[in-house]
């Protein structure tokens, strides 16, 4: 189940530096960086994987396999997108071209998970 934390007035949020999830700030002491402690370490290890090599800090090193999935996720996300042109100019009812856009911001919130 997703939690979903309540802000006070005086209450922000930030992004996670690894995953990208907001992150509630205490109001105390230096702001969170990370939504979790998982989150940290991912980010630690991959300082550390780099550290002493020509590959920036925040570069993302990912496997051939997951390259390829993120282009067919694109191809899939342009796809929907195109789907929705042709709906548009054919004339379809809005209720069918408010799916086809349900889809494809689905399909675009995948592809966000990118770690």
Do not use: H
């Not at 402690?37 to 550390?48: D, F, H, I, S, T």
């Amino acid at each position: 189940m997703l939690k979903v934390q309540k802000l006070r007035p005086n209450q922000q949020t930030t992004k996670c530096s690894w995953c990208g999830k907001d992150v509630a700030s205490t109001g105390r002491g230096r702001p969170r960086k990370y939504c979790s402690q998982a989150c940290r370490q991912r980010a630690y290890e991959q300082r550390n994987n780099v550290s002493g090599t020509s590959i920036p800090a925040e570069a993302v090193i990912m496997s051939p396999d997951r390259a390829s999935e993120l282009k067919d996720s694109l191809f899939e996300l342009r796809c929907a997108a195109e789907d929705i042109a042709t709906a548009v100019n054919e004339g379809e009812e809005a209720r069918d071209i408010a799916k086809l856009c349900q889809e494809m911001v689905e399909l675009a919130r995948n592809i966000e998970k990118l770690r």
